[in-house]
């Protein structure tokens, strides 16, 4: 069974530039959920996608924005970047049944932003 | 609301020595606690997670953590580390959907 997949890997963007990354979840899974890891914040939620609907959104501004398509493949835009969005972009994919469920992290998009 | 602490950022311990990972957690609902652990570069792996029945949850690789309602804690413990163990490991709990509050996480350091 192929593991949560997260293109690309690494990257390095221009303050003001916009970014996309992408998520394929573990085939079956319907939930994706985008987190953001920095040194300083830690792991911090961004948003939660299940069917194709947001379901969960955290505390980012509007220039986070994410979407799922009709195969449960998620993708998490940044427009304007910014130095401080310089981080560990993580995907989560969940087989979601409860919340007692766990999550399966891809190995994540390290975005650098000069 | 939902919250974790991690009381301790570095924990460095020798090789075959025990070690236990402090997590303190702040939870106005049914309770699901989670351990991940992740190495340089990677994402994060499960490690082991309590759901509810028996308070101690054992992992496959020697890990085990016990859930303490009173204490409102789920430490983790080995009774002896590998220079493999090298991590940072995150306690999280879960909430509605699939979200994950994460401590700050513990960087374990394993010394020959």
Known sequence: KAGVTQTPRYLIKTRGQ??????SPISGHRSVSWYQQTPGQGLQFLFEYF????????????RFSGRQFSNSRSEMNVSTLELGDSALYLCASSGWTGPNTEAFFG???????? | AQSVTQLDSQVPVFEEAPVE?????????????????????????LLLKYLS?????ESINGFEAEFNKSQ??????????????????????SSTGNQFYFGTGTSLTVIP
């Open chain 1, 18 to 23: 916009q970014v996309t990354l992408s998520c």
């Open chain 1, 51 to 62: 069917s194709e609907t947001q379901r969960n959104k955290g505390n980012f501004p509007g």
């Open chain 1, 107 to 114: 190995q994540g998009t390290r975005l650098t932003v000069v």
């Open chain 2, 21 to 45: 990972l402090r997590c303190n957690y702040s939870s106005s609902v049914s309770v699901y606690l989670f351990w991940y652990v992740q190495y340089p570069n990677q994402g994060l792996q």
């Open chain 2, 53 to 57: 029945g028996s308070t101690l949850v």
């Open chain 2, 72 to 93: 409102t804690s789920f430490h983790l413990r080995k009774p002896s580390v590998h220079i493999s163990d090298t991590a940072e490991y995150f306690c999280a709990v």
